[in-house]
């Protein structure tokens, strides 16, 4: 079982941005794909980013695509999400998770391990 940290999250302002860190506990952290979701108040979660287990490939939701950029350190046990010209609407709560299954890196129930969230909030 790998237990995960997220942190990073914070007040900005919009076109202001953050660096979410997401730390693993478990020596199995390299050999997973990781995602990152967010969940806004009275909406679903919806997925982020998520990147496979070398960090060669990556994967954005199109609302984020060229403004946040995720990455990983296996020998740091840590992925990143880097958030660039943030917007009111990206306003949540973000979660990191490992893909511990499933074809699809969009799909949430292909995620396990999860974090307990770290909001972010942009004001207008």
């Known amino acids: 079982q790998v237990r995960l940290v997220e942190s990073g999250g914070g007040l900005v302002q919009a076109g202001g941005s953050l660096r979410l860190s997401c730390v693993a506990s478990?020596?199995?952290?390299?050999?997973?794909?990781m995602g990152w979701f967010r969940q806004a108040p009275g909406k679903e979660r919806e997925f982020v980013a998520a990147?496979?287990?070398?960090?060669?490939?990556?994967y954005y939701a199109d609302s984020v695509k060229g403004r946040f950029t995720i990455s990983r350190d296996n020998a740091k046990n840590t992925v990143y999400l880097q958030m660039n010209s943030l917007k009111p609407e990206d306003t949540a709560v973000y979660s990191c998770?490992?893909?511990?299954?499933?074809?699809?890196?969009?799909?949430?129930?292909?995620?396990?391990?999860w974090g307990q969230g770290t909001q972010v909030t942009v004001s207008s």
């Open positions: 998770a490992c893909k511990v299954g499933g074809t699809y890196y969009y799909a949430e129930t292909n995620y396990g391990s």
């Open positions: 478990g020596r199995t952290f390299s050999s997973y794909a």
């Open positions: 990147i496979n287990w070398s960090g060669g490939n990556q």
